[in-house]
């Protein structure tokens, strides 16, 4: 074989490899915190190791949850934009092969001199182009599409995440404003029996008309409430619906009281909140996708190289086109390069690395923001928690106390002033209770979203397909069990 071409085969490799240039990613370094504000257990597993479906057990939720993610339009629109990514990334990833085209003709001259014969022929043929990713710039390009896929996936994540923990919350608020309802129509019927004894005692000339206006004001106030209550429902239910992806209308429920959904709060290391959360994870992705096209815009000061081959047959004959002396073929390679250009590569370099920065700003504040939302909701559930166990012991002396007050009442001890401040004091408590407990509730739903829960154990990513199928969690499980039916 002749030198020439054993060197030519040596350096082949060379060329078609090339040399990306650009900086190669580094992931930005963040500060983390030694420990939360809240001292949790050491020894336990973070609760965003457990799936949703381990954390909210109450039944209804799950059915609520599950439709949700099968129904959501904001998910479905989060799905759309990840088919996107990836068919973006797919794209870069064609460039480097290379393209193969066919043409095919048929052509006719006739000069000015009418004397002179003209001409005409027919092609066929097929031709390829290929660019050598000499300087890198496809590959940087195909990191930066292959990034923001992966941004994509994690964005997909964390509309995942925040529409359980949106749902969760939707129905803790529902079964507050029941509880809140309830509540007004048992004070409101205890007040009516209150006012009718005073009028009947008025009526009967041994009352108080001042006493009976009291009654029948604080009967009233407690009346108005219920449609102020029955208003927030159907309001509260309208915003679950639309989570849900469905029309306007009331939602089925049972009267039971939803219980505290978790009785530790074993949040794990701040270190490892990073690798859990979505959002985070997205924005290091998105950090990757900038850099890789600075090494993009660097590569604009090189030269394209590309390749090209064609063949295929000519004849002016139609008849003899596809005869082998017809056949013919031509091969090549080009240089394209920049001379000068007016400073737009220049500047584009410059605008790279300028995004770049902002999308690690980006990705700090995302960190910082994630570190915040997980010592609030530590520190919530533990004042909401020592708040429900204060409110719950004044609940039970105020409802003795009204108990007290009322017998003394009617036994002509006291005057109806004690008894009208000891049941406002009871109403006023009882709706504060029941609002630190849905608090406390809620404060729990957030704790578990800041960790990036489930992102272990039940896997976000699988949780829902791109084609918006729940491929995880209860109702995948009840579907594999009915096709087994099947």
């Not at 047959?313 to 394209?336: A, C, I, M, T, V």
């Not at 739903?445 to 272990?456: C, H």
């Amino acid at each position: 074989m002749p030198l020439r071409r054993i060197t030519a085969l040596a350096l082949l490799p060379l060329i078609f490899n090339g040399c990306a240039v650009g900086p190669d990613y580094k992931t930005p370094e963040i500060k983390t915190p030694q420990a939360w504000r809240i001292e949790t257990p050491s020894n336990a597993n973070s609760v965003a190791n457990l799936p949703w479906w381990e954390i909210f057990k109450d039944a209804e939720l799950q059915v609520l949850i599950q439709e949700g993610l099968s129904a959501n339009k904001d998910l479905k629109i989060a799905l759309t934009r990840l088919v996107q990514a990836r068919e973006s990334a797919e794209i870069a990833e064609g460039a480097y092969l290379p393209t193969v085209g066919y043409t095919a003709g048929a052509y006719r001259s006739r000069p000015k001199s009418f004397s002179a014969n003209g001409m005409h022929g027919f092609s066929l043929g097929g031709s390829i182009q290929w660019e050598v990713d000499l300087w890198g710039r496809l590959r940087r390009l195909n990191e930066s599409a292959a990034a923001q896929y992966f941004a994509s996936v994690e964005n997909k994540n964390a509309t995942v995440l925040a529409l359980v923990a949106e749902i969760a919350n939707g129905y803790f608020r529902l079964r507050m404003l029941d509880a809140q309802l309830a509540t007004s129509r048992q004070t409101a019927e205890t007040r009516e029996k209150a006012y009718k004894l005073s009028k009947s005692k008025l009526d009967n000339g041994v009352g108080n008309r001042i006493d009976t206006s009291y009654f029948e004001s604080d009967m009233l106030s407690a009346q108005a409430s219920i449609f102020e209550f029955e208003r927030g429902i159907a309001v509260q239910e309208n915003a679950l619906n639309l989570l849900l992806g469905r029309l306007p209308g009331p939602i089925a429920r049972s009267n039971t009281i939803p219980s505290p959904i978790l009785q530790e709060i074993p949040a794990g290391l701040p270190s490892e909140l990073l690798l859990r959360r979505p959002d985070v994870r997205a924005a290091e992705h998105q950090v990757r996708a900038a850099n890789a096209k600075i090494g993009a815009a660097i590569a604009e000061f090189f030269p394209k190289v590309s390749l090209t081959a064609a063949l295929g047959f000519f004849n002016p004959q139609l008849g003899h086109l596809l005869e082998h002396d017809s056949l013919g073929r031509q091969g090549g390679g080009g240089l394209l390069g920049p001379i000068f250009a007016g400073g737009t590569i220049y500047h584009g370099v410059k605008q790279a690395e300028a995004f770049t920065k902002e999308t690690v700003l980006g990705y700090e504040q995302t960190a910082l923001n994630a570190f915040r939302e997980v010592n609030d909701a530590l520190v919530t559930i533990r004042s909401t928690r020592e708040r429900i166990q204060k409110l719950e012991k004044q609940v039970a002396v105020l409802r003795e106390a009204l108990e007290n007050t009322r017998k003394a009442y009617e036994s002509g001890v006291l005057p109806f002033l004690p008894v009208l401040d000891a049941d406002r004091n009871l109403f006023s408590a009882q709706l504060l209770l029941n609002d630190v407990r849905t608090a406390e509730l809620e404060s729990a739903v957030q704790l578990y979203k800041a960790l990036g829960g489930g992102w272990r154990a039940g896997n976000l990513s699988q949780l829902v397909n791109e084609k918006g199928e729940i491929t995880g969690g209860p109702g995948a499980k009840a579907k594999e069990k009915s096709e087994e039916k099947k």
